[in-house]
């Protein structure tokens, strides 16, 4: 029995393009769009999987949404004169209803339900003023979608297994403890400015003390020159009375 048509409209629709230079990570983007009232559950699958990274490699499509796959292939040499055998499928299946488990639904799928789409992949090589462009902008795609999968994956992964009351709990957890932590944030801000102002009385006390002791000793300097330059005074005076008499 002919298996029946792919429901999911693939962009591009036949071949994957790649362009080098190849010595980095380079990606392409596949787009899979479900125009269909249902939802649908999705695998995209390759004759070379330790070439390429993909992701998300599976996953739900809601009825009349779509979704981005990063298809990244890793660095190698490259031969011109060699051509790709490298392909990749895309298998759909309609989601049930009640669908709890995705795996399952894989599990338990008839040959017949099953949906698939064939691409084949291209290689090619930019012109050599564009080569440098086109190496930083597969790095800065690379790095930002391996930033970004860990959280956007656990993050759909939570939603396929919860309710929505249940996600909208994690949601408002996640403000608080942002708030919480805000607050903290400021709590510190204001206590290290606090401690910052201390200091700065403490020094200038320190300073006015150093000062008032450098005037009390400059006061007992003069003071004891003052008592000894009298009895000089007096003791020149008698021997002079003295020698007058």
């Known amino acids: 029995m002919a298996r029946p048509e792919q429901v999911l409209l693939l962009e591009p629709p036949h071949e994957l393009k790649f362009r080098g230079p190849f010595s980095d990570v380079v990606t392409t ?5 479900n125009p269909t009232d249902r939802n649908v559950c999705f695998k995209v699958k ?20 779509s979704i981005n796959v990063s298809v990244m292939l890793q660095p190698f040499d ?14 759909s299946v309609l989601a049930p209803p009640d669908m709890t488990d995705m795996e399952g639904v894989w599990k338990e799928a008839k040959p017949e339900e099953l949906m698939d789409s064939k691409l084949r992949c291209v290689f090619e090589l930019p012109a050599e003023n564009e080569k440098t462009h086109d190496m930083e902008s597969n ?18 992964s939570m939603g396929s297994t919860l309710d929505d009351g249940e996600v909208k709990k994690i949601m408002e957890e996640c403000k608080r403890l942002q708030m919480e932590a805000q607050r903290l944030r400021e ?6 400015e606090d401690d910052g102002l201390r200091m700065r009385k403490s020094n200038v006390m320190s300073s006015q003390h150093s000062s008032s002791s450098a ?13 000894a330059l009298i009895v ?13 008499l």
């Not at 390759?46 to 949404?65: E, F, K, Q």
């Not at 490259?78 to 298998?91: A, I």
């Open 29 to 33: 983007t596949l787009k899979l769009s």
């Open 46 to 65: 390759t004759t070379a999987p330790r070439r390429y990274c993909v992701r998300p490699n599976s996953g739900i499509i809601d009825a009349g949404t």
């Open 78 to 91: 490259y031969d011109p004169n060699e051509k790709s055998k490298h392909k990749f499928m895309v298998q």
């Open 139 to 156: 790095k800065m795609m690379s790095s930002n979608l391996l930033k970004s999968e860990s959280s956007t994956l656990s993050m759909k």
């Open 187 to 192: 709590e510190n801000k204001q206590i290290r």
């Open 215 to 227: 005037a009390v000793v400059k006061e007992e300097g003069l003071t004891a020159r003052t008592v």
């Open 232 to 244: 000089l005074f007096f003791l020149v005076g008698v021997i002079v009375g003295k020698l007058v």
